[in-house]
């Protein structure tokens, strides 16, 4: 019997209450991360106000602060919602129950207590001196990174238990190349983030493993991660042949390693290492989100030669999101900016800020919530959720607008802007603190700024939206879900 045939999620939907343990312990994540992901906007909503009035909020949550926990709050809610897409998905592939279940929760719940004591201190504490013991207790002070040091360990051990999880259920199941591919890339998840724990006195050796965090650690192996769920989500939504999809998923692993880690270089380029990376880091550097994209239009053509049935619309079309959200934001926006010639003007400017908006939310957010949908979907009883639903869908289909337009407003709003500091502060006045100053009081980095939350408070919205609809779809569908038809391996 073929590898397809094999797995329960390339036919119908099993005869199932949807209460498995790792299902279960699947919706406590996405919980979890739904109440981050409100928090990141929130965040993000204040310091957009304070770029336009700086004294807001001034030595009571200071800008430095707020931006702190914006962008932790995003990749810990993204890291919390990755970690419940998987435990949503490993019974079905495996073909039994998650292994060490009660360990499972026991983890959440640490995990879940830190990050509450962590953003408790960032916002009550907030700094401390220059000692170890800060490092410890407080904050490490290193952009994007910035948790403390007993919390960084505790990442590490909560993401080897995850792995012991995920890989004893396999074991003990069925294998197949996609859960191959998620469980080695688990084992970087856990490893790459101990770059971030080395520390020199050097600043260019400092940056260089600094960068294996902030990038590889989010950009490569989280760029697996999501293959492996994307492969599962479209073979759930649209009964995507499986060899289809991990064949896909192969070329994005060997491009990952063909590209990304060299695409590492573009952010070598003024931190003191040798001028070979300007050559390597730019050319290397959009062609990860590639693989992905063609795995979502080579599934959906297939599927459309077979009747382009879907089970759950929401999910498929922030599957649809997912792709172009990545290609563009991580691939098209980040290459936009990292060939050296260019990064020479735009490195530091908000232009950066631009290209990281749209790539983590087109990447990763996108991806977190079409799964999110599939487990509603599940834990409702296996219920109608394609076409005609009530109100013809009207909640899921504006927070999907509102949520993508906002974005990209917001995109294109400190693109603007991005655009103006390069030209006014590196391009004439030459990188001096005085221009600066200068550029950002220009009118059209203000305008940009400004718009910037017009589109903030869009985006809000369609949070709101969104967490109204997770809420409530399907608590009053009575038709059962569209079964596929199978799909020929």
Known sequence: MSEAAANPIDRAEETDDGNRPGQ?????????AMVLFAAQILF??????????????YNVLDFSVARMVHINAMIVWLLMGFIGCIYW????????????????????????????????????????????????????????????RWADIGIVVCVLIFFYNVAAT??????SGISGVLVLDLIALAALYLAGMYFTPNISVDQHWWWWVVHLWVEATWEVLVGCIMAWGLIRTLGANRRIVTTWLYIEVAMMFGSGILGLGHHYFWIGTPEYWLTIG???????????????VHAVYDAGRHGFKSSNHPALAWLIAHAFGNFFGAGVWGFMHTLPQINLYTHG??????????AFFGAYATIVIAIIYLAIQKARGDVWMSGALPGNGFAWK???????????GMTVALLISGYEQSFVER????????AYFEAQQTPWFVQGMQWRMVFGWITAAGLALLLWDLATIGRRETRPVQVLNPVPA
């Open 24 to 32: 279960k312990l699947a919706l406590y994540y996405f919980s979890a």
């Open 44 to 57: 993000g909503l204040i310091i957009g106000l304070q770029y336009l009035y700086p004294d807001l909020l």
């Open 89 to 148: 998905l490993v019974e079905d592939e495996a073909g039994r129950d998650l292994v060490g279940a009660k360990l499972a929760f026991v983890n959440f719940w640490i995990l879940t207590g830190a990050v509450a004591v962590v953003v408790a201190v960032y916002l009550f504490v907030q700094i401390g001196p220059g000692e170890l013991r800060s490092i410890w207790l407080i904050n490490e002070g290193r952009e994007y990174i910035e948790a403390p």
């Open 170 to 175: 396999f074991t003990k199941g069925r294998w």
């Open 282 to 296: 730019g050319f290397f550097s959009a062609l990860e989100p590639i693989p992905l994209v063609a795995m979502v």
């Open 349 to 358: 400017t908000q232009w950066t800020a631009s290209h990281g908006h749209l």
């Open 398 to 408: 504006w927070s999907l607008a509102l949520l993508n337009i906002g974005v990209l």
């Open 427 to 434: 391009a004439l006045e030459g990188s001096t603190w005085s």
